[in-house]
Nanobody
Framework: QVQLVESGGGLVQAGGSLRLSCAAS????????MGWFRQAPGKEREFVAAIRWNNGVTYYADSVKGRFTISRDNAKNTVYLQMNSLKPEDTAVYYCAADPSGLALYIGYRYWGQGTQVTVSS
């Protein structure tokens, strides 16, 4: 079993920055893929970014490329999402996800956090 706890959401003005954290516990993550997703009101949940735990390879949605950075701290079993140059359209609940098999990328994650709200005002 894996537990994921997100933190770091909040209210920020357009152009500002936030850093989300996802603390993972419950099992080892050597081959895992860790992802960030978001869901805005009235919209489907969408992929934001992912990182492979073993080699640090990263993947991004086109909408956040160049503005968001995903990273991990192996010692703390924590994944981060640094969000810069935020726009009102980034407003959503952000979810952390984990797939211990390493097979997931844009879909297929087995474990999910509870989500953290990010609101970007114009």
């Amino acid at each position: 079993q894996v537990q994921l706890v997100e933190s770091g959401g909040g209210l920020v003005q357009a152009g500002g920055s936030l850093r989300l954290s996802c603390a993972a516990s419950g099992r080892t993550f050597s081959n895992s893929v860790m992802g960030w997703f978001r869901q805005a009101p009235g919209k489907e949940r969408e992929f934001v970014a992912a990182i492979r735990w073993n080699n640090g390879v990263t993947y991004y949605a086109d909408s956040v490329k160049g503005r968001f950075t995903i990273s991990r701290d192996n010692a703390k079993n924590t994944v981060y999402l640094q969000m810069n140059s935020l726009k009102p359209e980034d407003t959503a609940v952000y979810y952390c996800a984990a797939d211990p098999s390493g097979l997931a990328l844009y879909i297929g994650y087995r474990y999910w956090g509870q989500g953290t709200q990010v609101t970007v005002s114009s």
